[in-house]
Each structure stands twice: as C-alpha cells, then as structure tokens.
C-alpha cells in the first residue's frame, strides 16, 4: 500500500518561519506536491520536486530527498492569510494516480 | 486557458437517495480525471481516476461509481447513498502524457450531506 505522514496540526507565530515535513512510502516516485488548503476551498498549488533538492518560490520552498523519502515545506515570513491545510502529495505510474497525505493544519498566530 | 468546473456545490441527501455530481473541463484534450473526497478534518481520499474515456479506475471499494462518457466529463454516481458518503467532493484533472510531471487542478468541490 501507499503511505505518506505528516504531522496533523502545527502553529507558528506571523512573521516567524516554520517547516512541515512529510514522509513517504510508495509503490513508484514520479514526483512530489504540495498544495495549500484553506478550510472549505480546494486545494492549489503550492509546489513541485521531482530531482532531490530544493525548489525556491517566493516566500515557499520545497525540499525532496527521494533516498530518504522525505520532503519539507518552508514558509518564510508568516503572514495571517497562510493559516491552511498544507498536503504532501505523490505522484505514482507516471502521473495516473495521485496519492495525498492527511494533511497539516497550519494555525498562524499574531 | 484551462478551466474546471463541478456541481452541485452542495446538496443534502437522505439515506438511500441516488447521487450525481457532474464535472466538467474546459481548454484542454484527454486529460486524467480524478474523483476525492475528503471526510472532514481528513485527507484526499482518491476514488476514481480516468486516463480516457470509458476508462476508470477505482481505488476504493465503495457503493460509488464513476463515468466518463465524454473526454472532458466525469460523473460520479451512487444508486444509494450511505451516512458515510457524506464529505468534500473534489474533481480534478492534470495533463494526459505518459511522463506527467503536471500538477493537479481542482474543481470547486461540491460538500454532499446525508441524513
């Protein structure tokens, strides 16, 4: 079976920085997301890692280590509006099955 | 450019009715289409996935069915509905190649209660 872990709920204070892990196991690797969930919506798009190392997207980087099956979130400079789920999702079988894991609920702090 | 697009948004339902959540996809050609559901509090949950049509998927053994009688329609059906279809449905598709490194794009969710 597939199994990716985050922790479930993480708070932080606005301004500070904070990094959600995930770590998988799966059946198959053709990449790793992740989204931004806020209550109530759909998710969107956060972020993409394929090759290990880090991708960096404004105030957002990724970081992937396929050996250790491992990946981060790092959100610098936390603002209000980034209080969300944040999902660690893989991809499997050349991108027919996405499998997501349950989630870590953000709480920003003022 | 492309669009996504699912309904109802919401709907009660008592136990035993049927269900249909219509999705639609616009902009673009044979893409993979996904059905979630995510029970509250919990993660996405994949249903079913479809690489074309009259080709689904199921990932979870269920009294939920899905079609794809179009390239850019998927439906999700139940004839009857159980307390615990009650959720956040959510449609989606990503790019139809064999190598797709292409993220997923998420319809507005339709929250489906049944009482």
């Known amino acids: 079976g597939q199994n990716i872990d985050q922790p479930t709920e993480m708070t932080a204070t606005e301004g500070a920085i904070v990094q959600i892990n995930c770590t998988y196991q799966t059946s198959g690797f053709n990449g790793l997301f992740w989204y931004q969930q806020h209550a109530g919506e759909a998710p969107t798009f956060l972020s993409y890692n394929v090759l290990d190392g880090l991708e960096e997207k404004g105030r957002f980087s990724s970081f992937l280590s396929r050996s250790k099956g491992y990946s981060y979130l790092l959100l610098k400079e936390l603002q209000m509006k980034d209080s969300a789920s944040y999902l660690c999702a893989v991809i499997l079988n050349y991108g027919q099955n996405f499998v997501f894991g349950p989630g870590t609920r953000l709480s920003v702090l003022p | 450019s492309q669009t996504i697009h699912q309904w109802p948004a919401t709907l009660v339902q008592p136990v035993g009715s049927p269900l249909s959540l219509e999705c639609t996809v616009e902009?673009?050609?044979?893409?993979?289409l996904y059905w979630y559901r995510q029970a509250a509090g919990r993660g996405l949950q994949l249903l079913f996935y479809?690489?074309?049509?009259?080709?689904i998927s199921s990932e979870v053994p269920q009294n939920l069915s899905a079609s794809r009688p179009q390239d850019r329609q998927f439906i999700l059906s139940s004839k009857k509905l159980l307390l615990s279809d009650s959720g956040f449905y959510l449609c989606?598709?990503?790019?139809?190649?064999?190598?797709?490194?292409?993220?997923?794009?998420f319809g507005e969710g339709s929250r489906l209660t049944v009482l």
């Open positions: 902009g673009t050609s044979n893409p993979n």
């Open positions: 479809s690489v074309g049509i009259g080709q």
């Open positions: 989606a598709w990503s790019v139809g190649t064999m190598i797709n490194t292409g993220e997923l794009f």
